[in-house]
């Protein structure tokens, strides 16, 4: 079992930057793939950021050059800084780890984009 818990989220206005963070419960980006969905309302939940095979980053091509995704090993944690926001980044952010077997999800951390 993996508990994932998201924070950092919050109320910032157009151009402003956040970073959330996910911290695992214990160490699991040897054994899964981690990363960040968002949700609008109405909405889908859609892909932001992801790790790849051989530690790359993979983003969705609406945050292409604004958001960037990291993770510290020692800490079990990962994270998503988000810079340049606009109204359209408003959602629901979720942490996700996911394996051949298993997929875990955050309970998600809100981010409302607004002047």
């Known amino acids: 079992q993996v508990q994932l818990v998201e924070s950092g989220g919050g109320l910032v206005q157009p151009g402003g930057s956040l970073r959330l963070s996910c911290a695992a419960s214990r160490s699991i980006f040897s054994t899964y793939n981690m990363g960040w969905y968002r949700q609008a309302p109405g909405n889908q939940r859609e892909l932001v950021a992801r790790f790849t095979s051989g530690s790359g980053t993979a983003y969705a091509d609406s945050v292409k050059g604004r958001f960037t995704i990291s993770r510290d090993n020692a800490k079990n944690t990962a994270y998503l800084q988000m810079n340049s926001l606009k109204p359209e980044d408003t959602a629901v952010y979720y942490c996700?780890?996911?394996?051949?077997?298993?997929?875990?999800w955050g309970q998600g951390t809100q981010v409302i984009v607004s002047s």
């Open positions: 996700n780890a996911q394996s051949f077997f298993d997929v875990y």
